[in-house]
């Protein structure tokens, strides 16, 4: 006999399967049809490239030294690039890039999404940067992406603005001066570019951009938006800002922006993908983001994690992923209240990420292995055998999961006042892993996807992914349009010309005296500790599904393929290993040019050289000979049996972190010391809750970051001689994770030197502490 709430539970159901049917049809409101001469079907892919970082001072064979920079002296430097030095991009790779770009994806691809840094770094004292060759570095990089995508001119005398499919930009730390500074908009640069990428910025969004350099662009519309940060913003080492909690901060406002614009998306049923420059990195000691801003970016993900579908970002030239946890996010943060920036900055002494702004090959491995350290605490599928935990999404049967999906989630809401019930059985070891996990979709974590460069710090990359598009099959795009120059006269300031970027000292004493001001009042406020206000996003209603990050649907990632450009091959300077490039006799151990110690340490310096670095002062031949130009794959997740991605659903990565930190600890030490961690748990009586999962404690007043809980870590040195454990496969996911890290071009050898051994494999170590994800 059926009780009075099931009754209920059946009734709506009925009443509602209607509603049901209508909503499962694909929505095909405001497709286009093939009558444009350039309309074109759907394709179900995009292409993400980043950190082009042109120079037009670059010159071939000259020395990859840091006082020559590939400008200057004779040297290894290649005709399409100096691969795995700290040299920039000579114009005849982004060229060739473009030009490939064009015989064998344009036609394949619905969008671009563009992450930036298309002028060249400031690493050479002799030729400083100026402003006008910022903007006609990211002047050239437009041309040159026009020539690839545009559809030529339409009439108005401007061809930069008609073009086949959205391209999406964003700011990069290298495309404003001084690198690193922007100061709240509206500003030059703002300005500036609102110009320069006039063809990109949807003319709705152009009041906006002009504001503090966001926007979005509908790329399939009424379906997908994709949402571009200005990251500079919440950047570290931006001096010109602090942080997202006070009102004033441009961080704090792009945050209210944001939090508008996917509730807008939300309430008309649409999602978005989330791109940035600089990627939320977190984890140790190492952030790349503002503390505030990340408390910030977790609460939206989660808030909001019905509506975005991923998140995309550069900078750090190392191919790798990271996990938001968001079970690090504070009580006060849930509650709409956080400190502001500077009470919540790292200790002295702690190891930065960031060497000016940027990624160094040190910082990187000790970056890389830090993530190693926190994934092997990810909690781990139990399994009878404890020989090998099941992916999360193997513990459901297809059809089940199809089927519960709906039922279980509206069961759910009508089950909370069951939740006192004494009768209740005790929880199975999967009942309780999945509620570590935030159940079967791995609702507690949002993973956020860092891609290579294309500049040739190892070797250049594209990366062109796959998203379902079932149902959405007969969806027509039509080239994109945007306003002419003309309509920048209904904007309350005009661009700037190229005359105002001319005096370059004026402006740096301009920017200088800015951040001066700035601080003198953050040193005046120091005293007080105050908690600012926001508004807390709404949260996924209890009835809707996951969303595209989390299950398996339209729009959701399915795979990415990796592309490379095997400059060593291409430039055909240079036959022989890296092993044979470095100096004959008692030549010190080198990686990409750089000291490494006998503990695996590289040297911290910024500047590398490569690893053509013993052939400095002189020609590798009369003339360059190059071959011809290409990229291949270097691997695809859809068939790559190292990483074994199904999709690139959350709980995929979820899995796919645990295997690559247990891959590297050892599996009886790590299923020991992760699973059977009741403090990782949430209370057996307790089902899944976004906000019941346990928060780290928290003292409104502590100035630390909550985040660095007291859990011991020892070093990845230690003496030798001790017995170790068998070292990782390098046919397993760790030794996978590395090497494409750095894109292939890090030798075996030194991968296993730097990366093999680990703190448990080692011998006495001082403790560490270190944050758990």
């Not at 590939?70 to 290894?76: L, W, Y």
């Not at 009580?331 to 190891?351: F, H, L, R």
Request: aromatic fraction near 10%; hydrophobic fraction near 30%; charge should be negative.
């Amino acid at each position: 006999m059926l009780r009075p709430r099931d009754v209920l539970i059946c009734g709506l159901l009925v009443s509602c399967t209607p509603c049901l049917g209508a909503s499962s049809a694909p929505d095909l409101l405001g497709a286009g049809t093939i009558g444009h001469p350039r309309a074109r079907r759907l394709q179900g892919r995009f292409l993400h490239i980043t950190d082009f970082h042109p120079d037009p001072h670059y010159k071939t064979y000259s020395s990859t030294e840091e006082d020559a920079a590939c400008h200057r002296k004779r040297g290894p430097a290649g005709y399409y690039g100096a691969e795995t030095s700290a040299c920039d991009s000579p114009k005849s790779l982004v060229n060739a890039t473009m030009e490939w770009i064009k015989d064998n994806l344009a036609d394949q691809i619905d969008f671009v999404i563009w992450t930036g840094d298309s002028a060249r770094h400031d690493n050479d004292e002799k030729l400083p940067r100026t402003q006008k060759e910022i903007i006609q570095l990211n002047e050239f990089m437009v041309r040159s992406l026009t020539n690839v995508f545009g559809t030529g001119d339409d009439g108005d005398g401007d061809p930069t603005n008609d073009y086949a499919i959205p391209i999406v930009p964003t700011f990069g730390n290298n495309d404003i001066m001084p690198h690193n500074i922007l100061l709240a908009g509206p500003n030059k640069w703002t300005l500036r570019y609102l110009d320069i990428w006039r063809g990109f910025i949807p003319e709705a969004q152009r009041h906006q951009f002009q504001q503090g350099g966001w926007f979005y662009v509908e790329v399939i519309p009424k379906k997908l938006a994709v949402i571009s940060l200005n990251t500079m913003y919440f950047f570290t080492s931006n001096s010109g800002v602090d942080g997202c909690a006070n009102k004033h901060e441009p961080g704090y406002e792009q945050f209210e922006w944001l939090r508008i614009q996917l509730q807008l998306l939300r309430d008309r049923g649409m999602h978005a993908m989330l791109v940035g420059h600089v990627p939320p990195a977190r984890v140790d000691s190492k952030e790349s983001w503002d503390e505030t801003c990340w408390q910030k970016y977790a609460l939206w993900e989660r808030q909001y994690r019905d509506v975005i579908v991923g998140s995309f970002f550069g900078h750090m030239n190392i191919d790798h992923f990271m996990l938001q946890d968001f079970k690090q996010i504070k009580k006060s943060t849930k509650k709409g209240a956080m400190t502001s920036a500077k009470d919540v900055k790292n200790k002295e002494g702690e190891i930065s990420l960031l060497e000016e702004g940027e990624v160094t090959v040190a910082s990187a491995s000790d970056y890389l292995l830090d993530l190693r350290q926190a994934w092997a605490k990810l909690p781990s599928p139990p399994s009878k055998s404890q020989k090998k935990s099941l992916p999360i999404a193997d513990y459901f049967d297809a059809d089940e999961e199809d089927a519960m999906s709906t039922w279980e989630r509206f069961l759910s809401i009508f089950s909370k006042s069951e939740k006192g019930r004494k009768d209740k059985k005790p929880k199975s070891d999967k009942e309780k892993y999945l509620n570590k996990i935030g159940g079967k979709y791995a609702e507690r974590y949002s993973v956020n996807l860092v891609s290579p460069s294309v500049v040739p710090n190892f070797f250049p990359t594209l990366r062109v992914f796959e998203y379902n598009i079932t149902g959405l099959e007969n969806i027509v795009l039509e080239p994109v349009h945007n306003s002419p120059k003309s309509h920048d006269s209904l904007l309350p300031q005009q661009p700037i010309s190229d005359n105002q970027l001319l005096d370059d000292e004026a402006y740096m004493r301009e920017v200088e005296s800015a951040i001066k001001r700035k601080h003198k009042k953050e040193e005046k406020d120091a005293h007080k500790k105050k908690k600012y206000k926001f508004k807390v996003p709404k949260r996924p209603s209890k009835s809707s599904l996951p969303g595209p990050a989390y299950s398996p649907q339209p729009l959701t990632l399915i795979s990415y393929t990796q592309y490379f450009a095997n400059l060593t091959h291409i430039n055909n300077d240079f036959v022989a290993s890296s092993k044979s490039d470095l100096p004959e006799g008692n030549a010190t151990h080198t990686v990409f040019g750089l000291d490494v110690s006998e503990d695996g340490d590289v040297d911290a310096s910024k500047w590398k050289e490569g690893k053509h670095h013993g052939h400095q002062g002189k020609k590798p031949r009369p003339k360059p000979h190059p071959k011809t130009f290409k990229f291949e794959v270097e691997y695809d997740t859809r068939s790559d049996k190292r990483y074994k991605l199904k999709d690139l659903t959350v709980r995929s990565f979820v899995d796919l972190a645990r295997r690559i930190g247990r891959d590297a600890l050892g599996k009886k030490g790590v299923e020991e010391s992760v699973y059977e961690d009741g403090d990782d748990d949430l209370s057996d009586d307790e089902e899944y809750d976004d906000d019941d999962v346990e928060d780290v404690e928290e003292d409104d007043d502590d100035l630390e970051c909550e985040t660095k809980v007291e859990t011991s870590k020892k070093s990845k040195k230690g003496k030798k001689g001790k017995k170790h454990k068998k070292k990782p496969s390098k046919n397993g996911a760790w030794f996978a994770f590395v090497q494409r890290a750095f894109v292939g071009t890090m030798d075996p050898h030194d991968i296993e030197d730097m990366f093999g051994v680990r703190a448990e494999e080692a011998g006495d170590t001082p403790l560490e502490e270190v944050m758990e994800l």
